[in-house]
């Protein structure tokens, strides 16, 4: 296969690797320890070189079956997913998660989409939601949260501590709701400039005696505090569900605030986005929005530069089909649906 001028020229042009030893092709790219990448490249490598009768080794296919294994997995739990929007669940885990929120949540009753919206997001574990403001996103999330710590300490959803990035604003919310839903108040720290840099550290590395439930940092923080909020993650004890409120502040796909909220990513047990305005430049927006919510997939099904062009020339098969691929982990709650009054507008009194 190595002398076959277009296996040569395809392999250089396309993966840069040394070609030094005849009797072999060396691929040195990091990509190609990913399983994603490995079964990209064997159906890449046969799509091209169809008339070549091409062997891959037991290891490889191997990795290959497995990770067959796992994106058929992920569309299977994807379509559960997005069945739950559409009031299509397993009746009996449905009403566990109601019975847990009632008992947990003593102060607040959800009406029936928030319920819904909590139970998606506890079941898909990762989620988005896209609801409009006066939609009840913190009680959501207090719900799912509430769900995720009720179970056995060695289930893999399990979570026992709240990290959430958002403007200074929200702190107060965030703690007031979470009273207002538990009937108690909760152990809190706020990563704001009130408190000593050194402060800051020595907690989320663990090495104080305090201990505390909620954690509230601001986008501008993290970059300064990343390798501290890196061991905060990775803490064996921790089981964190990091949360974005107001999510449009990382969206910029080259700022430091995403690439750094996309490293702690990776270390979250869940991972949520909240935002009510989830493309306010275009469809570009989405791609660390789901970047983030899954690290290790692109849910989009689009690179970020197709996305931008998408938004600048529109072609409606392939939005509907965007739309399609990331339906499964997201809610939106409509201002239709919280059955507000009509808007009047009064004339202006003048003394």
Known sequence: IFNKPKLRHWLKTDFERDFSDNSKIILLKDEFLDSDFLYKFQKSIIKKLKTVNIKFDNAFNDVVDNEINDQQNFIDFSNEAKAI????????????????????????RLYKLQVLSGYHMSFSQNSCNFSVPGAGKTSIVYSAYAYLN???DNSNKF???????GPPSSFKPWEDEYEECFGKKVSSFRINGEVPVNKKRETLKGITNED????????????????ELLIFLKKEANKVMLVCDEAHKFKSLDGIWASNILNLANWAKSRIILTGTPVPNGYEDLYNIFKFIYPERNVTGY?????????QNPIQSNINQLINNIKPFFVRIKKSDLNLPDFTEHPIIKN
């Open 85 to 108: 929007w559409e009031n299509k669940y397993n009746v009996e885990e449905f009403e566990k998660f109601c019975n847990i929120i009632e008992q947990k949540l003593k102060n607040r």
């Open 150 to 152: 009720s179970l056995n």
């Open 159 to 165: 979570v026992n501590k709240l990290l959430i990035i």
């Open 212 to 227: 505390f439930e909620l954690y509230l940092i601001t986008y501008q923080s993290v970059p300064s505090l990343i390798n």
């Open 303 to 311: 690179r970020p530069d197709y996305l931008k062009g998408l938004s």
